[in-house]
């Protein structure tokens, strides 16, 4: 049964101190039902995923739902870490496909702004496996994604100049996306001297701690058919794999390696031997710069080890070979964690649509890929869309 | 406008019975892994349970290894009440890899282990380089 995208929503990123996670999640959801063209009444079931370990509202599925309008139907809750609002969309996606639900709405929210720093850090320290990492070693997780750097510049040479080039790129993006956290550009400079958050990865290499949401409106082939919705982007495959708690038990700290097996299961499934020449853009995870580099090289865009050339070469700029993150990625766009997947679906489905504005690529395949990393790789997710 | 939210602190009691032999350990000095009698699986961290069903014996780590990655954190997180940055590594030792804390590491250096007491009182791991 084929599953397609109706619908999408996204609230504007940033320090959202004018609202509660519900008011936050109504504005992604009145956006995209909206967009779909349907009502509440449309909609068989919800899904909210977040991760909530910094709002207020410790269990936020039941007050989001009931105050987007849908307190009879629904909710669960999906947590994949910095990944959720992916596996919400992978929840929803798969009620419609085994016939649970006809019309199914993911929604992703996070407020991440409502504790003081340090705490958050000590929150996002519990990522990966609280005794072993963070409660000795005090893991927290720019510091899970530097080691990664760290290996992976004394493997292959990547840089700091090149790092910066991703943040670079993200923000002269997410200047020209008004619902972006950011809207200045950097330079490599800015980068380059800004303060070490942890060895290598300095201020400008990660992303914002930020309050955002988005939804998403997927419906079975046969209820679009009924609805006579034409404007409709198709879910054409999906890879999920994941890998352990424990950093000490991975392979290696130069990739990683649940991107591979998602990408090479979503690619598998989609038909695709050579995502540069077969997909028209990527919105991949850029927590931290690093992240995109690991990512260009898990997903195939280039070989092992070249991550940074393609970023310094400016392949993956708009207009470049295969232009990534073109909203301004997590980096500058922000980083809301239970928002960004689905986030990373409105960015596809608007570039698939050719509703990009200033920010649209060329389309010739009209496929674009997402790809959503929870953790340091302890879930991945990368989903094929089609128009 | 704002309120603020009724106070919540939770400090957690961890079961670690049945990895006693680590904790204690670290206090002695010494860094334990399991090892698998029946598969020949290693663990580290230590888990009590292979899943093959086989029994695990406790095995000490000491020798070299070599450091495969590190960071420099240098925002602190709550619950890590220090002024100075600290210095987080992973190095390979035979099978398994361990995570510790360390001074002026790069990717490569061979280190020790030791093990000590942090400025809250964790004992955790030390790495000395050679
Ligand atoms: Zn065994």
Same mark, same amino acid.
């Given at each position: 049964m084929r599953v397609g995208v109706i619908g999408v929503g996204c609230s504007k990123f940033g320090r959202r101190d004018d609202v509660t996670i519900q008011e936050l999640s109504y504005e992604a959801v009145k956006e995209a039902l909206e967009d779909a063209g349907i009502a509440q009444d449309d909609i068989d079931l919800s899904v909210v995923g977040s991760v909530n370990t910094r709002g207020y509202e410790l269990m936020p599925a039941v007050p989001v739902n009931e105050y987007c309008g849908f307190e009879d139907r629904g909710p669960f809750r999906v947590e994949a870490a910095c990944a959720t609002g992916t596996a919400a969309i992978y929840a929803a996606c798969t009620s419609i496909a085994s016939g649970m639900a006809d019309v199914a709405i993911a929604i992703g929210v996070e407020k991440m702004t409502e504790i003081e720093t340090a705490v958050s850090l000590a929150i996002g320290g519990r990522a990966g496996n609280y005794l072993w990492e963070f409660h000795q070693y005090g893991t927290t997780f720019p510091g899970y994604y530097a080691m990664h750097a760290t290996a992976h510049m004394a493997r292959y040479g990547t840089t700091e100049e090149q790092l910066a080039k991703v943040a670079v790129k993200a923000h002269g993006n997410a200047v020209k996306n008004p619902k972006a956290h950011f809207q200045k550009e950097i330079t490599v400079e800015d980068v380059l001297n800004s303060r070490y958050i942890a060895y290598p990865l300095k201020l400008y290499d990660c992303s914002p701690i930020s309050d955002g949401s988005a939804a998403a409106i997927l419906a079975s082939e046969e209820r679009i058919r009924e609805l006579g919705i034409d404007n409709v982007v198709w879910i054409e495959s999906a890879g999920y794999a994941s890998d352990t708690s424990n950093m000490t038990n991975r392979e290696s700290f130069v990739g990683l390696k649940a991107a591979v097996m998602a990408a090479d299961m979503a690619y598998r499934k989609a038909g695709i031997d050579n995502p540069v020449?077969?997909?028209?853009?990527?919105?991949?995870?850029?927590?931290f710069t690093i992240a995109e580099i690991m990512a260009y090289e898990d997903l195939r865009f280039c070989r092992k080890g070249e991550g940074g050339r393609l970023v310094e070469n400016g392949d993956t700029e708009i207009g470049g070979k295969l232009p990534v993150?073109?909203?301004?990625? #997590?980096? @500058?766009? $922000?980083?809301? #964690?239970? @928002?960004? $997947?689905?986030?990373m679906v409105y960015e596809v489905v608007k570039q698939l649509r050719e509703e990009a504005g200033r920010l649209q690529v060329d389309l010739r395949s009209n496929r674009a890929l997402i790809h959503n990393i929870g953790g340091t790789g302890h879930f991945a997710f990368v989903m094929i869309f089609r128009r | 406008m704002f309120i603020e939210s009724r106070e919540l602190v939770m400090r957690h009691r961890i079961p670690v019975s049945k990895t006693a032999k680590f904790w204690k350990g670290l206090e002695r000095g010494k860094v334990y892994k399991t090892a698998c009698r029946e598969c020949g699986r290693e663990y580290y961290p230590p888990k009590a349970d292979c899943f093959c069903g086989g029994e695990v014996e406790w095995v000490e780590i000491d020798g070299r290894g070599v450091v495969e990655a590190f960071t420099t954190v240098y925002t602190i997180p709550s619950g890590f009440e220090r002024s100075r940055p600290y210095t987080i590594a992973i190095a390979r030792f035979g099978k398994v890899r361990v995570m510790g804390w360390a001074d002026d590491v790069s990717v490569g250096d061979e280190v020790t282990i030791r093990t000590g007491q942090d400025e809250n009182g964790v004992w955790k791991v030390y790495f000395e380089v050679v």
């Open positions: 020449k077969e997909i028209d853009l990527a919105a991949v995870h850029d927590c993150n073109t909203f301004g990625g #997590l980096k @500058a766009k $922000g980083h809301p #964690l239970g @928002a960004t $997947g689905v986030a | -």
